[in-house]
């Protein structure tokens, strides 16, 4: 990431002053005649376009960083979290890109002619290129930051924070917010405060208008449900995974003897094991081991019925409660709720660290359901 900063400011350096005078151009068409710009300062004329081009590099070279950034955070996002995250990452960065353009074409032309406006007869207006530079930076910054509020509010209603309808009802907050917010990232000027307010506030509606697309598409995923996994999968070698009682209710865990070994913490198909809705399939050892657990299980009841004694369940082992995680999504995606939950709660007390984790994963789809 630096050296592309650095490759990208080498290009532009060389043309500092130039990118400068494009800069300087909305003050400089409203200042009076035979006004122009100074330095007061010695170093100034260098300093000035050195630092501009350093700018402009980090701006122009934002989307190959963000990439960067999105290759180093992506190996730990799942599936879905992917598919959301490229369009937002790609809308982030157009709408910082417009909001710096807002901020040039439209913003700049009203701030200085209000101030050329303003300025105290007998007070010769001659603007320090430095202090300019300082200026315009922080609107851009501000107005590029104020145009993300649609991603901001989209992530909200997407990880589940909130509900449009409860962004709605805050409306009056946002307005106030939007306003001090604009205080606090313009300079000392009501114009450029509210040229920043308003925007702020028309991208909090439009942010909350996208969102319920976010939310019909997350319901209709939780009312349709994962897709039943094909029972044929695996051939005649194929072990179902136990339904409830110990029966081989489910067969949503049918894995052929014969198929090779899936990699650790990747399904069958590819997927990852840890995603909502997903779970490891088991080996035949570990199947052989899960049936023997079922039979002590069934073996103790038995024993339970016929002498009468109160059975008080040990430990599960860790097969038992693979075998719990396959039986509750099987439930799962019958729409069995209750009895689902009441199975995952086993695992979080007894079950290890990735066990829970599975465990944790369905019962966030279950809350969607």
Same mark, same amino acid.
Request: glycine fraction near 14%.
């Given at each position: 990431m630096v050296v592309a900063v650095l490759v990208v400011f080498v290009v532009l350096f060389p043309f500092g002053n130039d990118i400068y005078t494009m800069i300087a151009e909305p003050i400089r068409a409203q200042l009076p005649e035979g006004s122009q710009m100074i330095a007061t300062q010695v170093a100034s004329p260098f300093l000035t376009p050195f630092k501009l081009a350093l700018v402009a590099a980090v701006f122009l070279a934002?989307?190959?960083?963000?990439?960067? =950034?999105?290759?180093?955070?992506?190996? %730990?996002?799942?599936?879905?979290e992917k598919r959301l995250a490229v369009p937002l990452l790609t809308s982030s960065i157009v709408l910082f890109y417009l909001g710096m353009a807002f901020a040039y074409f439209v913003v700049f032309p009203l701030v200085f002619r209000f101030f050329t406006s303003v300025t105290p007869e007998g007070v010769a207006q001659m603007p320090d290129i430095a202090f300019y530079l300082e200026f315009v930076l922080k609107l851009f910054f501000a107005f590029g930051i104020a145009f993300e509020i649609p991603i901001a509010t989209i992530l909200l209603v997407a990880i589940g924070a909130t509900t449009p309808e409860a962004l709605g009802r805050k409306r009056p907050y946002v307005i106030v917010g939007v306003f001090i917010a604009g205080m606090l990232l313009t300079p000392p000027d009501v114009i450029s405060q509210t040229l920043l307010a308003i925007p702020m506030w028309l991208l909090y509606e439009a942010g909350i208008f996208f969102s319920r697309f976010f939310q019909r598409r997350a319901e209709a995923g939780a009312a349709g449900g994962a #897709?039943? #996994?094909? #029972?044929?999968?695996?051939?005649? %070698?194929?072990?179902?995974? &136990?339904?409830?009682?110990? %029966? @081989?209710?489910?067969?949503?865990?049918? $894995?052929? &003897?014969?198929?090779?070994?899936?990699?650790? %913490? $990747?399904? *069958? +198909?590819?997927?990852?094991?840890?995603?909502?809705?997903?779970?490891?399939?088991? &080996?035949?050892?570990?199947?052989?081991?899960? =049936?023997?657990? *079922?039979?002590?299980?069934?073996?103790?009841?038995?024993?339970?019925?016929?002498?009468?004694?109160?059975?008080? #369940?040990?430990p599960a082992s860790a097969?038992?409660?693979?075998?719990? *995680?396959?039986?509750?999504? @099987?439930?799962?995606? +019958?729409?069995?709720?209750?009895?689902? $939950?009441?199975?995952?709660?086993?695992?979080?007390?007894?079950? +290890?660290?990735?066990?829970r984790r599975v465990a944790r994963n369905i019962l966030a789809d279950l809350d969607q359901l």
């Open positions: 934002m989307p190959y960083l963000l990439y960067q =950034l999105w290759a180093f955070v992506a190996p %730990g996002l799942y599936t879905h #897709p039943a #996994p094909d #029972p044929g999968q695996g051939g005649g %070698g194929g072990l179902p995974v &136990t339904g409830s009682g110990g %029966g @081989a209710g489910s067969s949503a865990g049918f $894995r052929s &003897t014969s198929d090779p070994e899936p990699e650790v %913490g $990747r399904d *069958i +198909d590819g997927g990852d094991m840890y995603e909502p809705g997903r779970y490891r399939p088991m &080996t035949a050892a570990e199947m052989e081991a899960e =049936l023997d657990a *079922i039979e002590a299980e069934e073996a103790a009841a038995d024993a339970r019925d016929e002498h009468d004694a109160p059975y008080v #369940p040990g097969d038992a409660l693979e075998a719990l *995680i396959r039986q509750a999504n @099987a439930l799962r995606l +019958d729409g069995q709720v209750a009895p689902a $939950r009441a199975l995952l709660y086993r695992v979080l007390e007894d079950g +290890d660290d990735d066990q």
